[in-house]
């Protein structure tokens, strides 16, 4: 019955992705391994496109801490790391305990952050992205999925047509003044 409504769920929040967004989850319950990180990969057709990047956490009330640390990295194709972040999010007001995500499912909670804003991928290709526990412990608990999240932002070339002083080539932006 549980497997069939989560089931459920993930097709309801799938339909209403929108569809200039990427969103992907991995359980990693009921113990997410010290060395076992979460990936997921990427293809990536426009460089000129800007993306604001986010991690989804899923955790239990019975979480052992108040803060969560994982190690965010982007590698492209050949395994080459183009983007690596320590991070460092809170789960539980430090004071009164509560736990800062959304509820869901009993005592299960949601909660996002923001990684990259505005983000450009260099070139297009497949990316890797993977999120890996840094707790200091083998196995754990309470962490019952991660994932990335990723929106597209306007294009600001389009959105701002009148500004003819700046120029994209390639990964770089250079801004010529008069």
């Not at 395994?79 to 004071?95: A, I, K, M, T």
């Not at 505005?118 to 840094?134: A, H, I, S």
């Not at 701002?160 to 700046?166: A, E, F, Q, Y």
């Amino acid at each position: 019955m549980r497997i069939l409504f989560l089931g459920i769920l993930f097709s309801a929040l799938t339909a209403c992705t929108n569809p200039s967004e990427f969103f992907s989850m991995v359980e990693t319950a009921p113990f997410w391994k010290a060395n076992s990180p979460v990936s997921f990969e990427i293809a990536v057709n426009d460089v000129n496109q800007a993306y604001n990047i986010y991690c989804d956490i899923r955790y239990s009330a019975d979480y052992n801490w108040s803060r969560f640390f994982t190690l965010y990295q982007v590698k492209d194709s050949v395994g080459r790391s183009l983007d690596s972040l320590l991070l460092e999010y809170y789960l539980f007001d430090p004071v009164t305990g509560k736990p800062l995500g959304s509820s869901g499912i009993g005592d299960l909670y949601e909660k996002e952050f923001l990684i990259r804003k505005e983000f450009r991928f260099p070139f297009r290709g497949k990316f890797q992205f993977t999120l890996n526990q840094m707790m200091r412990v083998d196995s754990l608990e309470g962490i019952r999925s991660a994932g990335i999240r990723m929106e597209r932002q306007p294009n600001q070339a389009a959105s701002n047509s009148n500004n003819k002083w700046i120029k994209n080539l390639g990964s770089a932006e250079f801004v010529f003044l008069p």
